[in-house]
């Protein structure tokens, strides 16, 4: 699947209403602490729930793609700025 399929199926579902970053950043976090809780619940013992960390990053992903294009970003500019200043961080430290 593609990018441009995937933020096509992201409209499907949420329609063609567009969050404010705060909007986003209110639910980025959820998802984040979603994360953090299954870290912990794992860090004291409890079995990794493989099936929730899954969904979880899926959700980061395909979430991700639509707040982009919420904010006038195409989902592929972002990830080159990404690719860009990893790439520089990683050469910069290592």
């Known amino acids: ?18 969050l ?3 909007e986003i950043l209110i639910r980025q976090g959820v998802t984040i602490g979603d994360l ?4 912990r619940d794992h860090d ?9 960390l899954k969904k979880e990053m899926g959700n ?3 979430s991700t793609i639509r ?10 500019e972002c990830i080159e700025s990404a690719k860009k200043a990893q790439a ?7």
Not at 36 to 39: V, Y
């Open 1 to 18: 699947m593609s990018i441009d399929e995937l933020l096509k199926e992201a409209r499907s579902i949420w329609g063609d209403d567009k």
């Open 44 to 52: 004291e013992g409890q079995p990794l729930d493989e099936d929730e």
């Open 20 to 22: 404010s970053l705060d």
């Open 67 to 76: 707040w982009c294009d919420d904010l006038g970003y195409t989902p592929e």
């Open 88 to 94: 520089k961080y990683h050469q910069d430290r290592f």
């Open 36 to 39: 953090h809780r299954l870290a």
């Open 60 to 62: 980061v992903i395909f």
